[in-house]
């Protein structure tokens, strides 16, 4: 691992290395990872090339807390090579594009997720579990930005689903009945990580430049009302095979 890797390749080589841990104990894990972009209040899929793409529909379990993405590709991922293979062909496809703001702005968001099943052939355990991994692109003020024709069309929607993102997050902290999870395909895919069951963890970058200024101090206030957000204690998921 080098300094510049970034939290994908960090948190997978974690996760392997506990894996290769826990075979003391019996356990063995199988993992497989897709990688989502949200573009324009549109997913798409970035392990397929363009021109094989289908339209992506996201679809929840109400009784197992889970998220699928019908049509979006899957890959087996058993060892860090196959994950830089994996990022690299991400990479490839991801939507980016200069702004006066920033020369290669994320023009969308990705949500890169890694889905774990691990059994015990000891005590006939089994555990099952999701990671997602997200970049969201910057929020950035359209005056700022320079942003005009489909910039501006993508720095709009970028805004609007950062907006989204801190109403559901502000509506889980208050306990409203009603989570606009549908206000943005970002909340809605992440519907489950995000309430519930589940841990999210947020790093916030900000710039120390003061043409900046405003731009760091509405990402901080962001950073403030998540930290401030409690949903309560996330349960484990570990169960014999009888009850899966």
């Known amino acids: 691992m080098s300094s510049g890797d970034g939290m994908i390749p960090r948190a997978t080589k974690m996760i392997y290395e506990t894996v290769h841990k826990l075979k003391e104990k019996s356990w063995t894990y199988t993992m497989e ?6 573009y324009n209040e549109e997913l798409h899929d970035l392990l397929t090339p363009n021109k094989d793409q289908k339209k992506l529909e996201i679809r929840h379990d109400e ?3 889970t998220t699928t993405v019908l049509n979006c590709k899957s890959v087996t991922l058993d060892s860090e090579d196959t994950v830089e293979i994996m990022l690299n062909e991400a990479q ?10 920033n020369e290669r702005s994320s ?4 949500v890169f997720t890694l889905k774990l099943i691990g059994e015990n052939a000891a005590t006939h355990e089994r555990c ?9 692109a910057g929020s950035e003020r359209l005056k700022s930005s320079g942003a005009e024709g489909d910039r501006m069309k993508e720095t709009q929607n970028i805004n609007t689903s950062l907006k989204s993102l801190g109403d559901v997050i502000e509506a889980l ?4 009945k009603h989570i ?6 970002l909340t809605y895919l992440l519907r489950n ?11 916030v970058m900000v710039s120390p430049l003061e043409a900046h200024l405003n731009e760091t101090l509405s990402s901080l206030r962001f950073a403030t009302k998540v930290h401030n957000t409690h949903i309560g204690t996330a349960k484990s998921t570990r169960k014999s095979k009888s009850e899966s």
């Open 63 to 65: 009784a197992r807390k």
């Open 92 to 101: 490839k496809n991801r939507s980016v594009a200069a702004t006066k703001s």
């Open 128 to 136: 099952e579990g999701t990671l997602n991994l997200v970049d969201l």
């Open 173 to 176: 902290g208050t306990g409203q």
């Open 107 to 110: 023009r969308s968001h990705s």
């Open 193 to 203: 990580s995000l309430g519930g069951n589940s841990k999210t963890l947020m790093f």
């Open 33 to 38: 990872g897709n990688f989502i972009e949200v």
């Open 180 to 185: 606009p999870y549908r206000n943005s395909k």
